[in-house]
C-alpha cells in the first residue's frame, strides 16, 4: 500500500491480480499483464458527492479519488468541460436527451489533459527528467505541454503522415523532440516501451496506470452535471481502449462508496477500419485479434492493437453494454451533424461517438427514452485538414458590394 497524504492506494495486475511496489512499470513483472491502480476508497464511504463542496469543476476537484498529492499537481486547469444539452440533434435522433460532453475545451484541445495532469505530476514526484509516449497526435500534444509546464524532457513518437496537422503544431510548439516513426502506432508503441524498458524515458501512454486515474474524472464531471443522476448510457470513441476504462473505474469507484446507486451503459464506438474491439464483441469475446493495417479518417482512433483493449471488453460487458463501428463516412457525416445542428466543433475521432448513436438509433439499440451522454474527445480545430476537404466553397469575389451581393443571393 502507498501513502499520500490523506489517501493510499496498491498497484495491480489486471491479469493475474498480484500487486507490485514499482510505480515506473508498465507492465506486470510477473505475467506481463496491464497495471492498474486500486485506491483505498473506505474513509470515503457513505458520506456523498456534496462533500466536495465548492472545490471548482476540474480534475484536482477529485483530488480524494487520485493517487497523486493534489497540493503537488502540474496542471493547466484542465477538465471542467461544458456538457452540453443537445435537443436539435436529439430530435432529429428521435431522441429525448441526448447530451455531449465537450473534452475539446481543455487546454490542448482534447481529454488527454485529464490523463496527463495526473501522469506527469506523478512523474515528477518520482524524480523522472525524461518522459515520452507514442501518439495518433492528442496525447504527443498533451504530453509535450504538460512536459514544458513540468521542466521535463519530452520524446514523442508518431506515425509518419498520419498525424492531423493541429496536433503535430502543438507536439512541435511546446517544445518536445518530434521523431515520425516509419510506421503505424502500434509500431510506435512498440518501440517507445521498449525504450522505457531501457530506462530512457518515463513513458506516459495510457499503458501508464496513472494515466487512467485522471481520465475517469470526467465520468465525475457528467455525473455531477446531471445533478447527480447517473445517465442511462455513455458513448465514447475507442482506440488505444484506455479511456472507456477509465470512465468505468471511475464510476465503479463512486458506486463502491455508495455516491451513486447504479452504473450506465458502456458503448464503444470504433471505426470500421480499425475495429478489433467491435469484432471481439459481436463474437461475444473477452480479447481481440489485432488489425494490422488499421485505417480512418479519424486518424486518432486508427489503432489495430488496442493496448487496453482487454480492459475495455471488461468494461463494456460488465455494464451491459456493446462495442460497434461506423464507416468514415458516418463519421464525416455526424461531425457535420453536430456542427450544423448544435454548433459544437469535434475531431474525426470525436464524431465516431455521435456516429454511433445515430447507427444505434437506427438499428433500434438505443431507445426514444435513453438519457445519453456522448463524450466527444477533441477539438474540430485539431484537423483542419479532414473538415476542409468535406466542407464546401469558399466563393471569391472582389472587394465589391454587387460582386458580394451577387455571391449572397445567388
Ligand atoms: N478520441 C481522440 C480524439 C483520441 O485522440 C483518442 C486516442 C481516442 C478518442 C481514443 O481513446 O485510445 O483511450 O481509446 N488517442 C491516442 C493518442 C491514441 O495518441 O492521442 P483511447
Redesign the pocket.
Same mark, same amino acid.
Given at each position: 500500500m502507498q501513502e499520500m497524504g490523506a489517501m493510499s492506494y496498491e498497484i495491480r495486475c489486471f491479469e493475474c491480480g498480484k500487486p507490485t511496489k514499482d510505480e515506473k512499470l508498465d507492465a506486470c513483472p510477473s505475467c506481463g499483464g496491464l497495471l492498474n491502480v486500486e485506491m483505498d476508497l473506505s474513509g470515503l464511504k457513505g458520506k456523498g458527492a456534496k462533500q466536495l463542496g465548492h472545490a471548482p469543476m476540474g480534475v484536482w476537484r477529485y483530488a480524494p479519488f487520485l493517487p497523486v498529492e493534489a497540493s503537488k499537481a502540474v496542471s493547466l486547469l484542465e477538465g471542467g468541460t461544458p456538457l452540453y444539452d443537445c435537443r436539435a440533434l436529439a430530435r432529429e435522433l428521435g431522441m429525448e436527451r441526448l447530451f455531449v460532453k465537450y473534452?475539446g475545451a481543455n487546454p490542448t484541445g !482534447?481529454?488527454?489533459d485529464r490523463g496527463m495532469t495526473v501522469g506527469v505530476s506523478k512523474a515528477v514526484e518520482l524524480g523522472c527528467k525524461v518522459v515520452g509516449?507514442? !501518439?495518433?497526435?492528442?496525447? !504527443? *500534444?498533451?504530453l509535450a505541454a504538460y512536459a514544458a509546464k513540468a521542466g521535463l524532457g519530452c520524446v514523442v513518437l508518431l506515425p509518419s503522415g498520419k498525424v492531423a496537422l493541429g496536433?503535430l503544431a502543438q507536439a512541435m510548439f511546446y517544445g518536445a523532440k518530434v521523431i515520425s516513426i516509419d510506421g503505424n502506432?502500434d509500431d510506435a508503441l512498440n518501440v517507445v516501451r521498449q525504450l522505457a524498458r531501457e530506462g530512457h524515458l518515463y513513458l506516459l501512454?495510457?499503458i501508464n496506470p496513472f494515466r =487512467?486515474e485522471g481520465?475517469k474524472t470526467v465520468a465525475f464531471e457528467v455525473v455531477e452535471q446531471l445533478g447527480l443522476k447517473v445517465p442511462d448510457t455513455i458513448v465514447? =470513441?475507442?482506440?488505444?481502449?484506455?479511456? %472507456?476504462? *477509465?470512465v468505468y473505474k471511475g464510476l465503479s469507484e463512486w458506486m463502491e462508496v455508495g455516491w451513486i446507486d447504479r452504473m450506465p451503459r458502456l458503448i464503444?464506438v470504433q471505426a470500421a477500419g480499425s475495429n478489433p474491439i467491435a469484432t471481439a464483441f459481436r463474437q461475444g469475446k473477452r480479447d481481440f485479434v489485432p488489425e494490422e493495417h488499421p485505417e480512418t479518417v479519424?486518424t486518432? %482512433?486508427r %489503432?489495430g492493437n =488496442?493496448?487496453?483493449g482487454r480492459k475495455?471488453l471488461k468494461a463494456i460487458y460488465d455494464t451491459g453494454g456493446l462495442a460497434t463501428d461506423v464507416t468514415d463516412e458516418e463519421i464525416i457525416a455526424a461531425q457535420k451533424l453536430l456542427g450544423k445542428r448544435e454548433g459544437v466543433g469535434?475531431? =474525426?475521432?470525436?464524431a *465516431? !461517438?455521435v456516429a454511433g448513436v445515430v447507427k444505434l438509433r437506427r438499428q433500434g439499440l438505443i431507445s426514444r427514452e435513453e438519457r445519453v451522454v456522448c463524450?466527444?474527445?477533441?477539438n474540430l480545430l485539431?484537423d483542419p485538414d479532414t473538415v476542409i476537404k468535406n466542407a464546401g466553397q469558399v466563393l471569391k469575389a472582389g472587394a465589391s458590394v454587387d460582386e458580394v451581393k451577387r455571391l449572397m443571393l445567388g
Open positions: 473534452e !482534447s481529454f488527454k509516449c507514442a !501518439s495518433t497526435g492528442n496525447t !504527443s *500534444a498533451a496536433k502506432f501512454n495510457s =487512467p481520465q465514447l =470513441p475507442v482506440g488505444n481502449a484506455a479511456n %472507456i476504462w *477509465a464503444g479519424a486518432a %482512433i %489503432i =488496442p493496448a487496453s475495455a469535434v475531431e =474525426p475521432a470525436s *465516431a !461517438s463524450v466527444c474527445t477533441g485539431k
